[in-house]
């Protein structure tokens, strides 16, 4: 059975930036103009539920309540933490919900329409008896979400093997390519939907790496493409690769995503990265070879491990 949730609405751009932007929902498909109707469709893809929000010249009649919401539930503190900052950043006013139970476990906030809307976690405990979730569970860590923080605060550093995903936990240290890696094989262990692995590639300069700003100088180069690694949890970027990595940062600089799987970190990441860099450098006439731009990328990262 595949369920969809369709709605009228006066403002169908207002209604689509909200949930693509501060649910994290992604459009997957649309139709103008059919018998009077033009309409949008969200959700995450491939699942078996989806919204459909449309408009025609017949204006919305709306009958709701507050007890009438579209709850969303997210699996780790770590989203919802995503959500508050996005709904400070855009000015949206919280709700206080009528019913004590979402005033507990709920963050409510109310859509253009004015229809509210529930964020709540929903806890992911892992069901798996393979050697790397029973060396998490050993660990006293309980849930998903409890590892995600416990995976966020180990210091970072490169692991000795990157096809050991469980060196993040026994040399307790892990890059954006091992910490993030580590997650998703879990999540692929115990059977954890809505987790990707992504690898981006970004321009590293100055202003989103304050660190490496004089090597780059020295080299009289504005940026590198640096290839990245973080998740997509249900739909929204997390970085966990230090205690102070913001993604939202590298936005504006990322110029390249793809989806990957964990064993793809080692040899066919830095294939991917070298052969981006090969392109760069022609495109930009550069008088620099691969292996002397590797080399100060090199420099780079060591700067960010001191």
């Not at 989806?50 to 408009?55: D, K, Q």
């Not at 416990?150 to 026994?170: C, H, P, Q």
């Not at 964990?262 to 040899?267: A, K, L, S, T």
């Amino acid at each position: 059975m595949i369920f969809r949730y369709a709605r009228h609405t006066d403002d169908l751009e207002k209604i689509e930036k909200f949930y693509l932007e501060v649910v994290g929902l992604e459009k997957i498909g649309s139709f103008e103009k059919h018998n009077n109707y033009n309409g949008i469709f969200l959700g995450p893809k491939n699942a078996n539920w989806h919204l459909e929000f449309t408009t025609s010249s017949d204006l919305p009649k709306r009958k709701f309540d507050q007890d009438d919401i579209l709850v969303f539930y997210l699996n780790s503190e770590i989203e919802l933490n995503k959500i508050r900052e996005t709904i400070r950043k855009k000015n949206i006013k919280t709700e206080v919900s009528k019913n004590p139970y979402w005033l507990k476990n709920g963050l409510m906030i109310s859509d253009p329409d004015g229809f509210n809307v529930i964020f709540s976690i929903k806890e992911l405990y892992f069901n798996s008896n393979d050697y790397l979730t029973n060396l998490i569970i050993e660990k006293g860590i309980k849930n998903w979400s409890d590892l995600i923080e416990f995976t966020r605060k180990l210091e970072y550093g490169r692991n000795l093997n990157r096809e050991d995903f469980s060196l993040v936990l026994k040399e307790k240290k892990g890059t954006c390519s091992s910490k993030h890696s580590f997650l998703k094989k879990v999540a692929d262990l115990n059977n954890f939907q809505n987790v990707k692995l992504i690898l981006g590639i970004y321009k590293m300069n100055h202003l989103n790496t304050p660190k490496i700003g004089n090597i780059l100088l020295d080299n009289r180069l504005e940026y590198i493409p640096e290839a990245h690694c973080y998740l997509k949890l249900n739909n929204l970027r997390i970085d966990i690769t230090n205690n102070n990595s913001d993604i939202e940062k590298l936005l504006p600089d990322i110029v390249e995503e793809i989806e990957i799987e964990p064993e793809q970190v080692n040899v066919f990441k830095v294939n991917y990265h070298k052969n981006y860099i090969k392109i760069w450098i022609k495109e930009n006439l550069l008088n620099r070879d691969l292996d002397s731009i590797w080399q100060i990328r090199e420099q780079c990262i060591k700067k960010l491990e001191e």
